[in-house]
Nanobody
Framework: VQLVESGGGLVQAGGSLSLPCAAS????????MAWYREPPVKQRELVAA???????NYADSVKGRFTISRDNAKNTVYLQMNGLKPEGTAVYYC????????WGQGTQVTVST
């Protein structure tokens, strides 16, 4: 399984970004796809997760601002980020979990003040 994220970049505080992540290889369902982020000098943390039947979980810090969705036919998960804050600056990683965890290479999101 390979995961490829895209869509990162530089955005001003209050702005929006959309991060897609495409999975390829042998994708087995049910599975969970998720977005994590790793801020500078901090541990990686869960941002949002969605199961293959649409059950969703968000970190409290992003509720109401971020939306996770997935297209099972395309094996793609999306993270729509609105109202970005400077503390959202991080490398964002896509993950797929089925018996083991698979990770993408990450995409940098920088939120300026």
């Amino acid at each position: 399984v390979q995961l490829v994220e895209s869509g990162g970049g530089l955005v001003q505080a209050g702005g929006s970004l959309s991060l897609p992540c495409a999975a390829s290889g042998t994708i087995v369902r049910p599975n969970t796809m998720a977005w994590y982020r790793e801020p500078p000098v901090k541990q990686r943390e869960l941002v949002a997760a969605i199961t293959s039947v649409g059950i969703i979980n968000y970190a409290d810090s992003v509720k109401g601002r971020f939306t996770i969705s997935r297209d099972n036919a395309k094996n793609t998960v999306y993270l729509q980020m609105n109202g970005l804050k400077p503390e959202g600056t991080a490398v964002y990683y896509c993950a797929l979990s089925y018996r083991k965890d698979y990770w993408g290479q990450g995409t940098q999101v920088t939120v300026s003040t």
